[in-house]
């Protein structure tokens, strides 16, 4: 899940790539997947 606004957009890199659709300031949590693995800690 996650808590940020998001886009699908054509990725330089390959196909389609999915990019934050606002800024996210340092220490945001952005996913609840990462915040669970970060409490395991």
């Given amino acids: ?3 940020i606004k ?3 957009l054509p ?3 390959q196909g389609l790539g ?3 659709d606002e800024f996210i300031p ?9 915040l ?3 409490q395991k800690k």
Avoid: C, W
């Fill in 18 to 20: 999915l990019f934050a």
């Fill in 1 to 3: 899940m996650l808590f």
């Fill in 6 to 8: 998001t886009k699908v």
């Fill in 26 to 34: 340092k220490g945001t949590i952005i996913s609840r997947n990462l």
């Fill in 36 to 38: 669970l693995a970060q």
């Fill in 11 to 13: 990725s330089k890199i």
